[in-house]
């Protein structure tokens, strides 16, 4: 396996997953940048190593993945976060996807108005085959914001193209998930700039 990162930090970059969510390999080789065959040593090294637990996906894909234990998700996301690089291994993810479709890569924006949201041209998400089990569909929202890109989630949501997509494949809970991701976005920039304010 060819790969510049440690197996530390291929480890430290399953924060972004979620608790007890099952993640195909075709997603963990996007996020490592690894083609499919490294991937799969990979995570049979964690698997091996009792680091991840490798499962088969529905018995349509029969796809190989991984789940980890919470306990296990805590750490990576604790490593990920004293390092400060949670936001980094979430851009990176999303950097895969963009990357297989020839779009720009993601640049972190910490300005969300509503003329910067307005003005903003989001990559095409909607325009992605559905495959990996709908992943990237189901969860891109939390990884822009967990990026940084909330200014990009929020040109989203003002395109019937990816509303209309979203809400067919997540519901219309799916798209009030969104709404609320953004409004907890604008929560904490608006906090950050009272706190600057007040110093």
């Known amino acids: 396996m060819k790969t510049d990162r440690s197996i530390s930090d291929l480890y430290t970059s399953l924060c972004v997953l979620e608790h007890q ?8 080789r996007r996020l490592w940048e690894l083609d499919e065959d490294a991937a799969m040593e990979v ?13 088969l996906g529905s018995e349509s894909s029969r796809e190989a993945g991984i789940v980890l234990h919470d306990l296990q998700l805590d750490f990576c996301q604790q490593q990920a976060e ?10 990176r993810l999303l950097n ?5 479709s020839n779009e720009p ?14 003005s903003f041209e989001p990559r095409p998400w909607w325009s992605l085959a559905v495959s990996e089990g709908g992943y990237i569909h189901a969860n891109l929202s939390r ?6 890109l909330g200014i990009e989630l929020g040109a989203l949501l003002l395109d019937g193209r990816w509303t209309q997509l979203r809400g067919k494949f997540g519901g219309i809970l799916a798209l009030k ?13 608006e906090n950050s700039e009272e706190r600057e304010s007040n110093c």
């Open 21 to 28: 969510a099952w993640v195909p390999v075709s997603v963990l």
């Open 43 to 55: 995570v049979r090294l964690f698997s091996d190593m009792s680091l991840a637990t490798l499962r």
């Open 82 to 91: 004293e390092k400060n690089k949670t936001s980094l291994w979430h851009a």
């Open 96 to 100: 895969g996807y963009a990357m297989a």
């Open 105 to 118: 890569r993601a640049e972190e924006s910490n300005a969300i108005t509503a003329d910067a949201v307005v």
């Open 143 to 148: 990884h822009l914001t967990c990026a940084g």
């Open 177 to 189: 998930t969104d709404f609320e991701l953004i409004e907890k976005c604008l929560l904490r920039m």
